[in-house]
Nanobody
């Protein structure tokens, strides 16, 4: 059983920064791709950023590209999402997820992830 736990969410003003952390246990995280997703009320859960198992390839949604950075520490089994220049439209619950396939390609579809955290709320005030 893989356990994924996010932390680091909170309330921040427009233009501010937050760093989300994701801890995974029960699986050798360094063998799996990871992703950050977000879901606002009444909307679909969409990918924000993703990285391959070795961090060699990354993906960012167009709405966050240039502002958010995904990184991973495979020694500590941690994944991070650095969020800068935050906007009110970034307000959502953010989820960390671990991909199903070991040593797989970069994946952006949530159906390609089988382990999810409980989410952490990010609220950006205007």
């Amino acid at each position: 059983q893989v356990q994924v736990v996010e932390s680091g969410g909170g309330l921040v003003q427009t233009g501010g920064s937050l760093r989300l952390s994701c801890a995974a246990s029960g699986r050798t995280l360094k063998w799996y791709g990871v992703g950050w997703f977000r879901q606002a009320p009444g909307r679909e859960r969409d990918v924000v950023a993703a990285a391959t198992w070795n961090g060699g390839s990354t993906h960012y949604s167009s709405s966050v590209k240039g502002r958010f950075t995904i990184s991973r520490d495979n020694v500590r089994n941690m994944v991070y999402l650095q969020m800068d220049s935050l906007k009110p439209e970034d307000t959502a619950v953010y989820y960390c997820a671990v991909a199903t396939q070991r040593f797989g390609p970069l994946v952006r579809d949530r159906t390609e992830y089988d382990s999810w955290g409980q989410g952490t709320q990010v609220t950006v005030s205007s």
